[in-house]
């Protein structure tokens, strides 16, 4: 595959509601975000993917747009946005913005005008069916409830496939699609260097056949959005696509395509989720599922196509609470996840506070919950009967609040993330995790992404080299080799508290060997010398045969 420049990036992302708040209103901010631009740069991350920032009233906080050429006004200016950009190009980081075309909010004017009659111009803008018949169809919204409002004003349905907030935009209309790419092109104009492209998988959609994702068209229109606008810019792009094989993926990304540069992957954030029965169904990892899942990605990825690296979002609970261990072992099983994500092929995504080792937030009144999805759940469940304890049980694992906890900069009262009151309150742990100590303390895991981050730049095994399993069976170690020209990579680490034994071949040993990065000092300095690893240890070894 041709050679990209960020194929060797780390990308970082804000959430900007929870990461720094500047002018004391409670709420992260733009300005807020310019201010720690300095410690990002420290960390040596490359890229910033940016959770929209666009005027939104803010049913999902900014996923429902009712202003594409707006700020909101929460967040600041457009002299804001601009500065911000300019102040991340100083110090060599590329801004990534949110793109959310799958749909707007019910308060942008194309749909304010929509709903007005059946023959408006822009009715055919959004999704509208026949409502005589009750809802045109049984599809449930992710947030959930059905996924048609009735709307009194024409007697019809519109679709949503999130809140009745965001209708879902009619993609098929080309003159959508143009202004979209118009909007596109306003962005990259203003000097962004590309998007982070929502629901992605969604907008070739045939709702009267009950197509989501992967619809017939999908590829046409991302090749056409990329004709007209990305191959215009030096972009940068990844899709969020949950529906995403990696046959699919080679779609999206292989070269040739014209499409994306990289996509999500959702396959290995299911694992813990009863089959089929959606995310709050909760069942305990396996992990030689997990094993499986992400080396599929990595060997049928390798060589046609690109793959994105995350443990967490906006959407996900922190790792470090879901398949770590957030209390004894936070800063060796947090490392240690990190050492895993970070030695693998594709471009890694670390997620504001998950370079500190933050963790999941448990509140037991669900009117300290702020995110629309959790609220709607909660109030389904107790309708339905299910005991207020049991529910709360399910929020407090999977709930999207708790990557959404603000930002945990020091030890001060809201740790340091805002001088007013906190829109979502922070964790009371921001005591003993924060930023500042984490900078102070040579071992934190802060310097540990530091350096996974580096080491991605220093050596191209860990950017292009092959992927092959090892110890595929063991049930608690998790461990792999990268192969590139007369290098090997082996990577072994403890994915649980115990103390497994494990017997490594002393061909993998080479003629010279290195540790590169491990979590737990004094480790043996040769694969072929580890009998035992201690709790969630994990060291890199780089070989030379
Ligand atoms: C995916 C986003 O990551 C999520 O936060 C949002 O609620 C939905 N798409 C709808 O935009």
């Known amino acids: 595959m041709e050679k990209k420049w960020w194929h060797r990036s780390t990308v970082y992302q804000i959430y900007p509601r929870s990461f720094n708040d500047h002018n004391g209103d409670g709420i992260g901010d733009i300005p807020g975000i310019i201010e720690k631009l300095d410690y990002l740069a420290f960390l040596g991350i490359d890229i910033i993917w940016l959770s929209p920032v666009y005027q939104s009233p803010n049913d999902d906080n900014g996923y429902d747009i009712s202003d594409y050429y707006e700020i909101m006004s929460d967040f600041g200016t457009m002299d804001d946005m601009e500065k911000l950009i300019q102040e991340a190009r100083k110090r060599d980081i590329h801004i990534m913005m949110d793109l959310v075309i799958n749909h707007t909010s019910d308060e942008h004017p194309w749909f304010i005008e929509s709903r007005k009659s059946k023959d408006n111009p822009y009715r055919d803008y959004y999704v509208w069916r026949d409502g005589s018949g009750g809802p045109p169809s049984g599809i449930t919204s992710v947030f959930s409830g059905p996924a048609w409002e009735y709307d009194e004003e024409t007697g019809e349905y519109y679709f949503h496939l999130f809140s009745r907030k965001q209708p879902d935009l009619n993609l098929h209309n080309k003159e959508v699609r143009e202004h979209l790419y118009n909007m596109m092109n306003f962005w990259l104009d203003k000097g962004v260097s590309g998007f982070r492209m929502d629901v992605i998988d969604l907008i070739g959609k045939e709702i009267d056949h009950n197509v989501l994702t992967d619809g017939p068209k999908l590829h046409d229109y991302l090749q056409e959005m990329n004709r007209e606008v990305l191959s215009n810019y030096p972009t940068v792009t990844v899709g969020e696509t949950p529906s995403a094989t990696p046959e699919t993926a080679k779609l999206y990304t292989g070269e040739g395509r014209n499409e994306l540069d990289m996509v999500f992957t959702f396959q290995h954030m299911s694992l813990d989720e009863v089959d089929g029965k959606g995310k709050w169904a909760l069942k305990p990892l396996n992990l030689r599922d997990l094993k499986q899942t992400l080396g599929k990605w990595q060997t049928e990825l390798h060589g046609q196509g690109w793959n994105s690296l995350y443990w967490n979002n906006h959407d996900q609970p922190r790792i470090v609470s879901r398949w770590g ?23 890694p ?28 759940l909660y109030n389904e469940k107790i309708s339905e009967g299910i005991p207020h304890k049991e529910v709360m049980k399910s929020i407090h694992v999977k709930g999207r609040d708790n990557a959404r906890t603000p930002f945990q900069w020091d030890r001060s009262h809201h740790g340091g993330f805002t001088t007013g009151t906190p829109w979502l309150e922070v964790n009371a742990n921001h005591k003993e995790i924060n930023a500042e100590d984490a900078l102070k303390d040579e071992d934190s895991i802060f310097h540990y992404y530091r350096k996974l981050i580096r080491l991605r730049k220093e050596h191209d095994i860990i950017v292009y080299g092959g992927y092959d399993p090892i110890l595929v069976e063991h049930p608690e170690i998790f461990a792999y080799k990268r192969k590139l020209g007369n290098e090997t990579l082996v990577v072994v680490a403890n994915f649980y508290g115990n103390e497994p034994e494990l017997s490594l071949p002393e061909q993998l040993d080479g003629t010279s060997c290195e540790i590169v990065i491990n979590n737990c000092e004094g480790a043996s300095g040769r694969p072929s010398g580890l009998k035992t690893l201690r709790p969630y240890e994990a060291i890199v070894y780089l070989i030379k045969h």
């Open 325 to 347: 261990n957030d209390r004894e072992y936070r800063v060796e099983s947090a490392k240690m996840l990190a050492t895993i994500l970070h030695m693998m092929q594709g471009t």
């Open 349 to 376: 995504y670390v997620y504001q506070g998950e370079e500190i080792g933050m963790t999941n937030i448990v509140f037991d009144d669900i009117r300290d919950y702020r995110d629309i999805e959790t609220i709607n």
